[in-house]
């Protein structure tokens, strides 16, 4: 539902939009981590970021994937999310994330 009120609006969403979105986003993550994932990809077209609570969520889920986004959208992900989970990060991966977004290791590009 949420994912449709986002689709239907032009650019930034309603604030009761974006209020649910703050408060369900996070669970979205937890129980349809494929969902949640489209709908950040939704968001981030639109500039707008999603809280880092659903980027922890996420990354527990789907790591590889968060970290495509965070490379397409040059997204910086929460402070120390990457360092703890770096041994599962494929090598190219962190290669393209240096190269391309250091900043997603949360300050170490700026």
């Given at each position: 539902?949420?994912?449709?009120?986002?689709?239907?609006?032009?650019?930034?969403?309603?604030?009761?939009?974006?209020?649910?979105?703050?408060?369900?986003?996070?669970?979205?993550?937890?129980?349809?981590p494929?969902?949640?994932?489209?709908?950040?990809?939704?968001?981030?077209?639109?500039?707008?970021?999603?809280d880092?609570?659903?980027?922890?969520?996420?990354?527990?889920?789907?790591?590889?994937?968060?970290?495509?986004?965070?490379?397409?959208?040059?997204?910086?992900?929460?402070?120390?999310?990457?360092?703890?989970?770096?041994?599962?990060?494929?090598?190219?991966?962190?290669?393209?994330?240096?190269?391309?977004?250091?900043?997603?290791?949360?300050?170490?590009?700026?």
């Open positions: 539902m949420l994912t449709g009120r986002w689709r239907a609006a032009v650019g930034e969403a309603d604030p009761v939009t974006r209020q649910l979105t703050s408060r369900y986003h996070e669970l979205v993550a937890r129980d349809a494929t969902e949640a994932l489209a709908w950040c990809r939704l968001l981030l077209e639109r500039k707008v970021h999603p880092d609570a659903v980027w922890r969520r996420l990354l527990r889920r789907s790591l590889e994937a968060c970290v495509a986004l965070a490379i397409e959208f040059d997204v910086p992900l929460p402070i120390d999310a990457l360092w703890k989970r770096g041994q599962r990060i494929p090598v190219q991966a962190l290669v393209e994330l240096m190269r391309h977004a250091p900043q997603v290791f949360g300050g170490l590009g700026e």
